[in-house]
């Protein structure tokens, strides 16, 4: 028997859930935070609901944890899935911590603060604190510059992994944390994700690629067709992070104006996994990156955290900025899976996921959109995304009933 580990257990319990002391501000081991996601969950109360699932496990055979937390009951069914990430560096390890003390923060305060009350109940939240387990081992801690850690035990880049349908040139094959993220992204339907990363300080919005043409770069294939809603969901992680928004500390000399960027504006590459996910399923998928030391020292992660606890709060709630609807058979009212979607004004079709529904994330105002499937005869709707107060915003919903041809 390993007393050992058997002690650390119940040090961690007493850590997480000891009335008189809270989660420590430090770097976690990989089995410290599994303990500590495992103790959380045992630690809400009624209405709130908390999951642990593995979505795979990183090459040298660590479990890739996820921590699902929601109060939603009656309207479980139409709540949007939100989707956080951290560690995708394995030398970049703040998020890991931060995305930790955001989840104890939501479970603490669920009683106490209408903001988090209403967040909870309205939503359903998926942490994944830790996507490089493996780089994260290796990594050195106060290394600020370098690339020890950076990738995956195979040495691979894994948000340089990603299918960017850009490049024809042999691709590097696709890695286990790759393939995990990418089942993940197929089985749920997120409609917000965030990523943090540490080497700057800004939020980030596609794309981050940029297509060549025999002219050279086309700086215009860089901008996406939801660019004014991506550049609102980053203004709004920037605005409540005072010095990201500021911009009152420079990495290497690099200001952003408003603290947020496009991704390509900054540098471009492909392979990216938040290309991915807005590509292929149409998730309004950003990148934080919340410290300019990509490794910084254990003292600064408290301040990192309240610098990154409102942001977090307030992005996550952009989740019901916008619209949901069902799209059944209008005879047998049975779900209309893979309906292809359309709304005027922006040039990016998206489909309904397995159970026939669909989420958007939009800005205020009066839209119009086009149903098709096939065997059915198209559907055309306008409604209307309400000027709510910016702190509860409401889903319009929608019930969207189809006529076989």
């Not at 995956?152 to 790759?178: C, G, H, W, Y």
């Amino acid at each position: 028997m390993d007393y050992c580990k058997i002690f650390e257990f119940l040090m961690y319990i007493l850590i997480v859930i000891g009335s008189a002391i809270s989660l420590e501000f430090k770097y976690h081991t990989q089995y410290e935070l599994e303990e500590i996601l495992y103790a959380l969950s045992e630690n809400v109360t009624d209405p709130i609901q908390a999951r642990i699932y593995s979505i795979g496990k990183s090459t040298e055979g660590r479990d890739l944890l996820v921590f699902e937390l929601t109060a939603a009951r009656n309207n479980s069914n139409i709540v949007p899935n939100i989707q956080l990430i951290g560690n995708i560096h394995g030398n970049e390890p703040p998020g890991r911590e931060i995305l930790l003390h955001f989840i104890e923060y939501l479970i603490d305060n669920y009683h106490k603060e209408e903001l988090i009350r209403w967040l909870l109940d309205n939503s359903r939240l998926h942490i994944l604190p830790c996507l490089n387990p493996d780089g994260f081992n290796v990594a050195e801690p106060g290394d600020c510059v370098g690339i020890n850690g950076r990738n995956n035990a195979k040495d691979m880049d894994l948000n340089r992994n990603f299918p960017d349908f850009i490049s024809e040139d042999d691709k590097n094959e696709e890695q286990v944390e790759t393939t995990s993220m990418r089942n993940w992204m197929d089985n749920i339907t997120f409609v917000l994700s965030g990523d943090i990363h540490s080497g700057a300080i800004v939020a980030i919005y596609p794309f981050h690629r940029i297509e060549k043409s025999k002219y050279g770069y086309e700086m215009q294939s860089s901008i996406t067709p939801d660019n004014n809603i991506l550049e609102h969901l980053a203004s709004i992680y920037s605005i409540n992070n005072e010095i990201m928004h500021q911009q009152s500390i420079f990495c290497d000399n690099e200001k952003f104006a408003g603290g947020i960027t496009r991704g390509a504006a900054w540098y471009y590459f492909l392979g990216g996994m938040q290309d991915y996910s807005y590509m292929v399923h149409n998730t309004m998928s950003l990148t934080f990156e919340i410290s300019c030391c990509k490794y910084p020292p254990e003292n600064e992660l408290s301040n990192l955290w309240e610098q990154n606890k409102n942001s977090l709060i307030f992005f996550c709630l952009q989740a019901n900025k916008g619209v949901t609807a069902l799209i059944t058979d209008a005879e047998t009212k049975i779900a209309i899976s893979n309906s292809n979607i359309t709304i005027l004004g922006i040039d990016k079709a998206f489909r309904s996921n397995r159970d026939g529904r669909f989420w958007k994330i939009l800005l205020p105002g009066r839209y119009y959109l086009r149903v098709e499937a096939q065997g059915y005869q198209s559907v055309d709707e306008s409604f209307f995304v309400e000027n709510e107060e910016e702190d509860f915003n409401k889903l319009t919903v929608l019930e969207i009933e189809m006529n076989r041809i």
